[in-house]
């Protein structure tokens, strides 16, 4: 599956920015979703995951209460709503798909997109 992130760019801190990664193929639907950002000089770090089915979600402690993942299989997409963002939240975000649910670690995921970069300022 190829994925295609979208939707970064410079925010305020307290605003909002929606990320979308569309997938090509048929079989969307059988994969498990993340995100996971790299901020300048640090190690890729996890987000957010989304099961296949959509029915469960789990979130880094970070970003629990102000992000929300969420996914449209009929439309081969998975979304992640960002809220009340914060400097520290700068970093270019990568969708990334995986055949396990609920991994938040990177090796759980075999396929990744090109990155958004999402910058808040103070």
């Known amino acids: 599956v190829q994925l295609q992130a979208s939707g970064g760019g410079l925010v305020q801190a307290g605003g909002s920015l929606r990320l979308s990664c569309a997938a090509s193929?048929?079989?969307?639907?059988?994969?498990?979703m993340g995100w996971f950002r790299q901020a300048p000089g640090k190690e890729r770090e996890f987000v957010a995951t989304?099961?296949?089915?959509?029915?469960?979600?789990y979130y880094a402690d970070s970003v629990k209460g102000r992000f929300t993942i969420s996914r449209d299989n009929a439309k081969n997409t998975v979304y992640l709503q960002m809220n009340s963002l914060k400097p520290e939240d700068t970093a270019v975000y990568y969708c990334?798909?995986?055949?396990?649910?609920?991994?938040?670690?990177?090796?759980?995921?075999?396929?990744w997109g090109q990155g958004t970069l999402v910058t808040v300022s103070s």
């Open positions: 989304i099961t296949r089915s959509g029915g469960s979600t």
């Open positions: 990334a798909a995986g055949d396990l649910d609920l991994v938040d670690g990177l090796e759980g995921y075999d396929y």
């Open positions: 193929g048929r079989t969307f639907s059988r994969y498990a």
